[in-house]
């Protein structure tokens, strides 16, 4: 199986679930990142693990990707603690959830899950443009790949408006809409970054047991968080500019839009 040669890492949504899982099992990876960037909102908060879960804590950094101003800050952060070279892998982790469905959301609901899973992974591309252009530069690597210069989007196949019948038995709306615009968004950056270099994806974890699913209680999930993480870092290596603007599932398969 194909290693990530990625050096410099950045997630956001770190604090637990998925971000917190995928932050471990790349600090236990054959060939560790030389930095991992591990952001959340809040990282001495109550619910943030990271630094208390992990024998070796990456960089910790707020990022509260709905907050300009704190993602601008990270920035700050992440080029002070790099010295000049680049950032390898931006992967947009931190997303929201709630059991809503077209009769009970409301407009505020609509613009907080649409701030998070969709604004926020806009703003985090744009704010850490500079250091992905810079490590796709001093790349020696041909092609698009996530060791080169990449932003990943932490998606979901709720998000594929083709196969929405199959799973509306959960409609969770806010999610599913404002997923649907992450998933545009994947594919407008594919078409403008990748003439710089930098490769664009966007995954679908799979149904994950984790935190922010437990919500749904009509909504059992059938995947561990370690499986999920397992299978999208052996699915990372292998990216190349072909998946570029695409959504792959948790084992590499591609999921319409």
Known sequence: ???LRARTVLLTGSNRGLGLELVRQLLGGPRPPAWIFATCRD???PRAQVSARLPLPPAPAEANVADPTAITNAVKIVEAKLSGT????LINNAGIYAPVTLDTVDSEEMIRAYKTNAVGPLLMAQAFLPLLKKAARESTDKGLSCSKAAI???STVMGSIERTAESFFKPVISYRCSKAALNMLT???ALTYGETGILCV???PGW???DMVSVCGYCPADLT???????MLSILPILSEKHSGSLLNWEGKVIPW
Do not use: F, W, Y
């Not at 680049?86 to 892998?89: A, F, I, R, V, Y």
């Not at 968080?225 to 299978?231: A, E, K």
């Open 152 to 154: 990943v989007n932490i």
């Open 208 to 210: 994950v047991k984790t």
């Open 225 to 231: 968080v370690d499986t999920s993480v397992r299978g």
């Open 202 to 204: 966007a995954l679908h």
């Open 86 to 89: 680049g950032l390898n892998l």
């Open 43 to 45: 990282p001495e908060g």
């Open 1 to 3: 199986m194909a290693a």
């Open 187 to 189: 594919k407008c950056q």
